[in-house]
C-alpha cells in the first residue's frame, strides 16, 4: 500500500531550466518567503525541504535546486534521478528559455516515463511588458505534452504557493493511483510511519547559517 495512513509521502521535485530563470528565487520565495536574498549566489546544488499537511495527509517534500552547472550543460540524470515530480522553469521575456523547457521535457519522458509529473512554470510575470513567450504557444505546449502551466514571480510571490500545493497534489494523487492498480511495485514513494504529530504547514531549510 502507498496510502499513507499514519505515514509520510516523501516526495522529491527538481526545478529545471536554463540559468537565469529564476529557479531559486523560486524556491527562496516559497521556502523562505524571501527575494534578492544575499544567500541566493552562494546556494549550492542541494535540497530544500518543505512540510506539507493537505487533507490530513502528511508530505514531505525535497525540493532540490541546481548550483548553475546548466549554464554549462552539465546536469544529468543523476540530479533528476528518483524524482517524483518536476518544475520546467522559463522567462516569459527570453524565448530560448522556453525552447530550452521543452528539451528537459523531451528528455524526462524519455528517461522517466510517465512516472514523473511534469509542470511548467512561466517566471516574471511582473516583466508582462517584455515578454516575448506568447500565451497561446506556452500553454498550447503544456496541453500537448501532458503538462500543468503556472505563471509566477518570484519577485511579487505571485503564483508560487499555488505552484508547489498544485504539484504536491498531483503527486499524491499519482502515487495513490500507482499504489491502487499496481499494489506499490513501482512507486517510488517512501511512506515511513511517523508518530510525531506536524502542523498543517510549516517549513525548514537544510541550509546553514539562516
Ligand atoms: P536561476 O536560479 O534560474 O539561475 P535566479 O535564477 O533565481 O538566480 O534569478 C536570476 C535573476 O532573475 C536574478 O536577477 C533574479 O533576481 C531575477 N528574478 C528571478 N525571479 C524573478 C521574477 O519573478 N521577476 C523578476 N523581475 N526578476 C526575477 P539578478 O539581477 O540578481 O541576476
Ligand atoms: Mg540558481
Redesign the pocket.
Known amino acids: 500500500m502507498t496510502t499513507a495512513a499514519g505515514g509520510t509521502y516523501n516526495f522529491k521535485v527538481v526545478l529545471l531550466?536554463?540559468?537565469?530563470?529564476?529557479?531559486?528565487?523560486?524556491l527562496?520565495r516559497y521556502i523562505e518567503d524571501k527575494?534578492?536574498d544575499k544567500h541566493?549566489t552562494t546556494l549550492q546544488a542541494t535540497f530544500l525541504n518543505k512540510k506539507l499537511n493537505i487533507n490530513g495527509k502528511r508530505i514531505n517534500l525535497s525540493i532540490w535546486?541546481?548550483a548553475?552547472q546548466?549554464?554549462f550543460h552539465a546536469l544529468g540524470p543523476i540530479y533528476y534521478r528518483n524524482s517524483n515530480g518536476a518544475i520546467l522553469?522559463y522567462?516569459i521575456t527570453d524565448e530560448d528559455s522556453f525552447g530550452k523547457v521543452k528539451n528537459w521535457v523531451k528528455e524526462l519522458k524519455k528517461m522517466l516515463g510517465a512516472d514523473i509529473v511534469l509542470f511548467i512554470a512561466g517566471?516574471?510575470?511582473?516583466?508582462e511588458h517584455e515578454r516575448t513567450v506568447s500565451l497561446e504557444e506556452a500553454e498550447s505546449y503544456a496541453n500537448m505534452v501532458g503538462a500543468k502551466h503556472f505563471y509566477?514571480?518570484?519577485?511579487?510571490n505571485q503564483g508560487v504557493e499555488d505552484l508547489f500545493l498544485d504539484l504536491t497534489q498531483e503527486m499524491v494523487e499519482r502515487s495513490e493511483n500507482n499504489s491502487q492498480s499496481e499494489g506499490n511495485r513501482s512507486s517510488r514513494v517512501l511512506v515511513v510511519d511517523d508518530e510525531v504529530p506536524v502542523q498543517s504547514s510549516c517549513c525548514s531549510g537544510t541550509r546553514s547559517g539562516n
Do not use: M, P, Q
Open positions: 531550466g536554463e540559468g537565469c530563470v529564476g529557479k531559486t528565487s523560486l527562496l527575494f534578492n541566493l535546486d541546481t548553475g546548466e549554464k522553469v522567462d517566471n516574471k510575470i511582473d516583466l509566477t514571480s518570484a519577485k511579487l
